[in-house]
């Protein structure tokens, strides 16, 4: 998108049309302060273009942050069967295990923002290079990026983050019909 041009649908280019419409990219993304993380490294050079060129807010869950929390046994004993995350779960992990919770962390951040259970380092912006994916913490102002980091200890917060996460995780489905 950041590389589009305007279309039939938008007189913005991509770059112009997230400055208008987004507040902010929040991201499952790099290591901190620094190293190789999945999401990175398996798509290094649209990650560095990504997060060089971003035009808005970026707020960056780490691999630490995720790896630091696992959820998803719950699912076997709190949800039915036909449950979609639970056979999910099932096929990925196994029935009854838990998994790292790095997607969970950075959509309960999205959803919720700092509240009681992180903090962010905003001190800077990510790097990353392009030829592996390696990704550094620079220190500079010169970007609107942040990582989260744990407001308190990890090994104090990760059983209360994760029993609110799985919390969340075995809520059956609304039966309200979407707002438009």
């Known amino acids: 998108m950041l590389k589009s041009g305007p279309d039939r649908h938008s007189p913005l280019n991509g770059s112009d049309l997230i400055s208008a419409k987004v507040n902010k990219m929040v991201s499952m993304a790099g290591k901190f302060p620094e190293g190789r993380e999945f999401n990175i490294y398996k798509m290094a050079d649209a990650g560095e273009y990504a997060f060089e060129n971003w035009p808005k807010r970026l707020v960056l869950s780490g691999f630490e942050i995720g790896a630091a929390i696992r959820t998803g046994a719950r699912l076997f004993s709190e949800t039915p069967l036909d449950n979609p995350v ?50 550094w913490w620079r220190t500079d ?3 609107d990026h942040a990582y989260l980091l744990f407001r308190t200890p990890a090994s104090q917060i990760k059983d209360s983050l994760g029993d609110l996460i799985e919390d969340l995780m075995v809520q059956p489905p609304s039966s309200k019909p979407a707002k438009k």
């Open 86 to 135: 639970r056979e999910t779960y099932r096929l990925y992990v196994g029935e009854g295990n838990n998994r790292y919770s790095w997607d969970q962390t950075a959509v309960l951040f999205a959803v919720r923002g700092l509240r009681d259970y992180w903090d962010v380092n905003d001190d800077g912006y990510i790097e990353v290079r392009a030829t592996d994916g390696y990704n």
């Open 141 to 143: 102002d010169d970007k």
